[in-house]
């Protein structure tokens, strides 16, 4: 995709005036695209009149969304990632913030022009160019906003030109103005790089916009295939494993592997949901995500290893299991902010302290059914392989807090850790319920020569 540069000439001679905050950016847009990287006027709050492109943000500080080369977000690998506002001086601000950028747009006459909206955003925003609301990404007709996953826009910019001259060049004056807003919980749990616009806008040619759009897409797409793959592995292994249940319907354990695959294929799969469609709000997506599905996931998997291993003297433990798996949902609930009216981010700090301690309990949990089991029935390599797999991408805040690298980025995209974890534990889980298999096959064929024998006789 070609990209046009901004005349070097032009970028001196504002750096050299005295007032180069408030005079316009000289954007040449040809047959390319600009990334409008700035320097932004950047101020925390919110005020309607700050769209107005009369109005003097002189007094405003300056923000730079020039990208560090080679930069990426720290989860999907999306190109051209800066770093947010708790980062640049403003530290655990939650709330509005406003980015306004003046530029001189010229283009060749009868150009079809267009704007690229920020593809990565914490957590929505509106965006207006001289004053009139173009668009944007969440729903702002409420006291707060109304998040959605962040997805690359275009806008078609109609825009009243100055006559064209003699070269054939018609060149505007544009201000954009980009509102946004950035939740507690966003600030709070996010890293210290979070808030606002993190991978710039940028105007050009309608075309050159065009695939840049679909350029984004495709990283988005690319960073979370992944998402989508795991849970048809899930769905081959759950046939597997239920196909093995109605051969030997006296082991649960099967039924409990498929139960335990399907609620982390759900789990896995709503990330693409979520990013891929807008279909669900960033608050349902964490209440699905929190309070359902990850305490379903930890719960099934405890009682399918359990069922697996068969530790004797552990009648309790299923109770156990779901007690605590009961527990971890409700402090889930209550540690996810707004998922109700009475969670305010206060009481939801205190959960969250009660959810990281019961998270713990079933890491301890897992450790025992697994020592029991295996001083009761011996050393099974296979199994132990299976469960570390799972283990180290179902607690992965435990092994972040020891300073594993939890994302790889190989060929640009995002590989988490789990990721990496969760596709060895699918090698791992097939081989052990392919070993099940055969072992019962040789037992009924045992089992028939010897009543083959036994009535010969």
């Known amino acids: 995709m070609p990209f046009t540069a901004v005349p070097l000439i032009a970028m001196l001679a504002l750096a050299a005036h005295p007032d180069a905050r408030v005079r316009p950016v000289p954007v040449v847009v040809g047959h390319g695209v600009v990334a409008l990287t700035g320097p932004w006027a950047f101020h925390t709050g919110d005020d309607p009149r700050w769209a107005d492109p009369a109005f003097d943000d002189s007094g405003w500080e300056m923000v730079d969304l020039a990208a560090p080369p080679n930069s990426h ?13 708790t980062a640049r001086g403003h530290a655990r601000y939650s709330g509005y913030a406003w980015y306004r950028l003046h530029v001189t747009l010229s283009a060749a006459a009868g150009d079809s022009v267009a704007l690229s909206g920020p593809s990565d955003v914490e957590d929505a925003y509106q965006i207006f160019v001289n004053g009139s609301l173009l668009g944007g990404s969440g729903r702002f007709d409420g006291p707060k906003p109304v998040v959605f996953g962040p997805q690359p826009r275009v806008f078609p910019l109609r825009l009243s030109r100055s006559p064209g001259r003699a070269d054939g060049i018609d060149s505007a004056d544009v201000v954009v103005a980009v509102r946004v807003w950035a939740s507690p919980s966003t600030i709070a749990g996010a890293p210290r790089d979070a808030g606002g616009i993190h991978i710039a806008p940028a105007i050009g040619e309608a075309s050159a916009i065009g695939a840049r759009y679909r350029l984004q897409w495709l990283e988005v797409v690319n960073g979370l295939v992944v998402e989508v793959a795991l849970p048809v592995s899930f769905l081959l292994l759950t046939v597997m494993a239920f196909s093995l249940y109605l051969t030997d319907r006296r082991d649960p354990s099967y039924l409990w592997l498929g139960a335990a695959l399907v609620a982390t294929g759900l789990l896995r799969g709503n990330q693409a949901f979520f990013f891929w469609t807008q279909a669900e709000s960033a608050n349902v997506f964490a209440v699905v995500k929190e309070v359902i599905l990850t305490p379903l996931a930890l719960g099934t998997w405890m009682m399918a290893w359990y069922s697996w291993l068969r530790p004797r003297a552990a009648t309790i433990v299923p109770r156990a299991i779901a007690a605590l798996t009961t527990s971890f949902a409700l402090s889930q609930l209550f540690a996810t902010p707004y998922s109700t009216p009475l969670v305010t981010q206060s009481i939801s700090a205190v959960f969250q302290g009660i959810s990281i301690g019961l998270h713990v309990c079933f890491a301890g949990m897992l450790v025992a059914i697994v020592y029991f089991g295996m001083r009761q ?45 969760y596709a060895g534990m699918d090698i791992a889980l097939f081989a052990l319920l392919l070993r099940r298999h055969l072992t019962a096959g040789h037992r009924a064929a045992a089992h028939a020569v010897a009543t083959a024998a036994a009535a010969a006789a």
């Open 377 to 421: 029935h011996g050393l099974d390599s296979l199994a132990i392989l299976a469960v570390v797999l799972m283990a180290i991408a179902l607690f992965a805040y435990e092994l972040s807090v020891l300073h594993v690298p939890g994302i790889w980025f190989p060929f640009g995209v995002g590989v988490s850790r789990a990721q990496f974890a």
């Open 73 to 85: 977000d720290g989860d999907v690998g999306l190109t051209g990632y800066v770093a947010g506002w």
